[in-house]
Antibody, heavy 120, light 110 residues
Framework: QVQLQESGPGLVKPSETLSLTCNVS??????????WSWFRQHPAKGLEWIGY???????YYNPSLESRLTISVDTSKNQFSLRLTSVTAADTAVYYC?????????????WGQGTLVTVS | QSVLTQPPSVSGAPGQRVTISCTGS?????????VHWYQHLPGTAPKLLMY???NGPSGVPDRFSGSKSGTSASLAITGLQAEDEADYYC??????????FGGGTKLTVL
């Protein structure tokens, strides 16, 4: 059973860099075929796609975040990471990591529990 | 402003049928991209409820069904139960190479 768990600081100062890691258990990222993804939910708002990385290392980002965003994968640790620079209060949200269902990157069946990041 | 449009809230009594609409455009739903639905309870992981417009993953009750026509899609829930009270999100893909969501609909079971 594949499980995902987000980790990282819960509080980040404005203008600094938000860094989160998603630890994957029950499957190997390097075994291939899936998109490893980040989403977020602002307080009292809907879900937003941040971006994802294919197991091969190709990345796809939300155009609204692309200039500040890096998603990377560390296959040796079986984890992938999110790095968002120059954060503001507008980046305060619950951040989720997820994996797509069938290797198309179109829908997502495995999610982490989420981690709240406050920019203040 | 979400790319896909959903009603902010719907409600129904136990046993009733409710539907949640999801309206997109010619660059996402109307372009032929599938619509998927998630059920989300605050503080928990979103749960995939429907994929490929009308397919329920294993374990999802057949009280849930999905449909799509043109630039819109709908999620229907029959035999409403108290445990169905949650936020529901539609999701698709856009020609701008982005995964896109609706703003979410809060379902209240009266």
């Amino acid at each position: 059973q594949v499980q995902l768990q987000e980790s990282g600081p819960g509080l980040v100062k404005p203008s600094e860099t938000l860094s989160l890691t998603c630890n994957v258990s029950g499957a190997s990222i390097s075994s291939g075929g899936y998109y490893w993804s980040w989403f977020r939910q602002h307080p009292a708002k809907g879900l937003e796609w941040i971006g994802y990385i294919y197991y091969s290392g190709s990345t796809y980002y939300n155009p609204s975040l692309e200039s500040r965003l890096t998603i990377s994968v560390d296959t040796s640790k079986n984890q992938f990471s999110l790095r968002l620079t120059s954060v503001t209060a507008a980046d305060t949200a619950v951040y989720y990591c997820a994996r797509d269902s069938d290797g198309t990157g179109y829908f997502f069946s495995i999610w982490g529990q989420g981690t709240l990041v406050t920019v203040s | 402003q979400s790319v896909l449009t959903q009603p902010p809230s719907v409600s129904g009594a136990p046993g009733q049928r409710v539907t949640i609409s999801c309206t997109g455009s010619s660059s996402n739903i109307g372009a032929g991209y599938d619509v998927h639905w998630y059920q989300h309870l605050p503080g928990t992981a979103p749960k995939l409820l429907m994929y490929g417009d009308s397919n329920g993953p294993s374990g999802v009750p057949d009280r849930f069904s999905g449909s799509k026509s043109g630039t819109s899609a709908s999620l229907a829930i029959t035999g409403l139960q108290a445990e169905d009270e949650a936020d529901y999100y539609c999701q698709s893909y856009d020609s701008s190479l982005s995964v896109v969501f609706g703003g979410g609909t809060k379902l209240t079971v009266l």
